[in-house]
């Protein structure tokens, strides 16, 4: 079992910028890959971004790519989400999820999941 807990969401203009933690504890941090999702009122639970377990690889949704980073730090157990330049349709619940077969960008390939933290971005 791999508990999740994500902080950081918030409030904030469009243009700005936003940092989301994950961190974990249970299981091996390190056999997971770590993903982010993003879900908006009424809408499915979409790919923002993952990192393979050493860290070596990231990916990124389109809709993010040259905006957000993600990042891991093994020995803290944490995964992060920088966001810039945040636009209002950024807006929704993020989600960290923990995958040990190694990740990608749909959601049937994570094993466990976070609560959730809101974002909000205002126009």
């Known amino acids: 079992q791999v508990h999740l807990v994500e902080s950081g969401g918030g409030l904030v203009q469009a243009g700005g910028s936003v940092r989301l933690s994950c961190a974990a504890s249970g299981r091996t941090f390190s056999n997971y890959a770590m993903g982010w999702f993003r879900q908006a009122p009424g809408k499915e639970r979409l790919f923002v971004a993952f990192i393979t377990r050493s860290g070596g690889g990231t990916y990124y949704a389109d809709s993010v790519k040259g905006r957000f980073t993600i990042s891991r730090d093994n020995a803290k157990n944490t995964v992060t989400l920088q966001m810039n330049s945040l636009k209002p349709e950024d807006t929704g619940v993020y989600y960290c999820?923990?995958?040990?077969?190694?990740?990608?960008?749909?959601?049937?390939?994570?094993?466990?999941w976070g609560q959730g933290t809101q974002v909000t971005v205002s126009s």
């Open positions: 999820a923990a995958g040990l077969s190694g990740g990608g960008s749909s959601r049937y390939l994570y094993d466990y």
